[in-house]
């Protein structure tokens, strides 16, 4: 991990306590379902999504590969 990395990663957990849905809005963009978890979250309670916005970007990794339903393969 590099120090830009690095940097870039406490500037959106600053950004996840201050305001929770930026910080994860940074990480994983705004129409994500991670976004709009966090945001009904902070509405629900400020600490719920402060808490939730920490989660998601220490752990959560935002280059995931998403399976749709035609990538199975069948085997016969």
Do not use: K, N
């Amino acid at each position: 991990m590099g120090l830009c990395s690095c940097c870039c990663r406490c500037l959106e957990i600053l950004c996840a306590i201050l305001l929770p849905p930026l910080g994860v809005c940074l990480r994983h963009g705004c129409c994500s379902m991670e976004f709009w978890i966090s945001v009904l979250l902070t509405i629900l309670g400020y600490l719920p999504g402060v808490l939730y916005a920490a989660y998601v970007i220490c752990s959560v990794d935002p280059d995931r590969v998403r399976r749709r339903d035609d990538d199975y393969i069948y085997v016969a």
